[in-house]
């Protein structure tokens, strides 16, 4: 089972900063699937960014997500209190499916 | 547009089990597979299993196996997820969501399902 490891664990950033979340994986993540969801309190999960760097549809383009292997990173420019959220990395490459513990990030 | 729409709130006692719908609709049924995810309270996210309803092939995480079973019925579009013996760590919200096959990224989830197991 690949175990992904989130860092750090809760950011809080003001508004328009940039926040730089980190996925990291206990082994190689097959062909860089790999995606980052963002749920909001009470909210279902929603998808940013899949194989690891492709944005989904409606995502702002202050959402990017880049890395390979077992290092991954999802970065949001320009930090909007709306983006208030934890932040989930899942790989999606091997069986299990698995999450990271996700990032919580807190807008000032 | 995309939907799935799941079953309401269960509250069950230890040792029973509850099944839990996701109908979906806005798109071709059988063209994806359909996953389950859990969150416990406060906790993150879980990756339960899925069935591919064109055929109704499943796979499931190695600690549900045997516990947990995930049906389709194509002619209502509906999935459905059943959890035995069910014991005060299953209390999660659950959620269906979607996938264009295997591995592939969720890209539509479910409202969710609060299951609270409680005596």
New interface residues.
């Given amino acids: 089972e690949i175990v992904l490891t989130q860092s750090p664990g809760t950011l809080s950033l003001s508004p328009g900063e940039r926040a730089t979340l980190s996925c990291r994986a206990s082994q190689s993540v097959s062909s860089s699937?790999l995606?980052w969801?963002q749920q909001k309190p009470g909210q279902?999960?929603?998808?940013l960014i899949?194989?690891a760097s492709s944005r989904?549809t409606g995502i702002p383009d202050r959402f990017s997500g880049s890395g390979s292997g077992t290092d991954f990173t999802l970065s949001i420019s320009r930090l909007e209190p709306e983006d208030s959220a934890v932040y989930?990395c899942?790989q999606?490459?091997?069986?299990?499916?698995?999450?990271?513990?996700?990032t919580k990030v807190e807008i000032k | 547009q995309v939907q799935l729409v799941q079953s309401g709130a269960e509250v069950k006692e230890p040792g029973a089990s509850v099944k839990v719908s996701c109908k979906a609709s806005g798109y071709s049924f059988i063209s994806y597979y359909m996953?389950w995810v859990r969150q416990a309270p406060g906790r993150?996210?879980?990756?339960m299993g899925f069935i591919n309803p064109s055929g109704g092939s499943t796979?499931y995480?190695?600690r549900f196996q045997g516990r947990v079973t995930v049906t389709s019925d194509t002619s209502t579009s509906t999935v459905y997820m059943e959890v035995s013996s069910l014991r005060s760590e299953d209390t999660a919200v659950y959620?269906c969501?979607r996938?264009w096959s295997d591995?592939?990224?969720?890209?539509y989830?479910?409202?969710?399902t609060l299951v609270t197991v409680s005596s």
């Fill in positions: 699937f995606a969801y279902t999960p929603r998808l899949y194989g989904a989930y899942q999606y490459g091997s069986s299990p499916r698995t999450f990271g513990q996700g | 996953h993150g996210l879980e990756w796979k995480a190695q959620y969501a996938t591995y592939y990224h969720f890209d989830w479910g409202q969710g």
